[in-house]
């Protein structure tokens, strides 16, 4: 059973904060993972994806991978009250596919 | 990035009735979709893959019987819940992979209530 786990929070930063969100995965396998951002009532959006050990920098958000600790992480630096929703974590299915396991997803609440 | 429409966002139906839902790749031809249900305060389920030209893949516990997909196109793909009971009130959502087939673009969603 492939898992993806995350804190379902909240997790509540003020506002300029760093926001950081985590997520583990059972699955050595992976190669892919995958960060969105989902407002409540609707579908998710996608922030980031990752593939290589190491930090990944978009704008406000850095995605990290640590496979060896089979474990992600979004980083949000200077969080605004937009960035108030849930994030997701997901990962794709070994072996091709694009199929994606999801977390629970952690909900964020930026405060001002 | 890519789009994807969805297509109706909402349907409020009776039991028993059966509700199709579509999928569309605007901008790009999408040869796999993926179907998801989410509940409330829940996480995304896939729910079986979408293919070409070929039938449906189906996640274990997904009954293909009452979950009828039909990919006709490459830029379309269909969803009808057969015979619909109030448990199948979701929060439906399609997705499809983009050309470098790099990540998966969702489209908006179709909430069902089914009463």
């Known amino acids: 059973q492939k898992e993806v786990e995350q804190n379902s929070g909240p997790l509540s930063v003020p506002e300029g904060a760093i926001a950081s969100l985590n997520c583990t995965y059972s699955?050595?396998?992976?190669?892919?993972f995958f960060w969105y951002r989902q407002y409540s009532g609707k579908s998710p959006e996608l922030i980031m994806f990752?593939?290589?050990?190491g930090d990944k920098e978009d704008g406000r958000f850095t995605a990290q991978l640590n496979k060896a600790s089979q474990y992600v992480s979004l980083l949000i630096r200077d969080s605004q009250p937009s960035d108030s929703a849930t994030y997701l974590c997901?990962?794709?299915?070994?072996?091709?596919?694009?199929?994606?396991?999801f977390g629970t997803g952690t909900q964020l609440k930026v405060e001002l | 990035g890519a789009v994807v429409s969805q297509h109706p966002s909402w349907v409020i139906c009776k039991s028993g009735t059966s509700v199709k839902i579509e999928c569309r790749s605007l901008?790009?031809?999408?040869?796999?979709m993926f179907w998801y249900r989410q509940f409330p305060k829940q996480s995304l389920m896939l729910m079986a893959t979408?293919?070409?030209?070929?039938?449906?893949?189906?996640e274990q516990g997904v009954e293909k019987d009452k979950f009828l997909i039909n990919h006709a196109s490459l830029t379309l793909s269909t969803l009808t819940v057969t015979s619909a009971h109030p448990e199948d009130s979701s929060f439906y959502i399609c997705?499809?992979?983009?050309?470098?087939?790099?990540?998966?673009?969702f489209g908006p969603g179709t909430r069902l209530l089914v009463l």
């Open positions: 997705s499809a992979p983009d050309r470098g087939r790099e990540t998966q673009y």
């Open positions: 699955d050595r396998g992976s190669q892919s």
């Open positions: 990752i593939y290589s050990n």
């Open positions: 997901a990962v794709e299915n070994p072996g091709g596919g694009n199929k994606l396991t």
């Open positions: 901008d790009f031809q999408a040869t796999t």
């Open positions: 979408s293919n070409e030209g070929s039938k449906a893949t189906y």
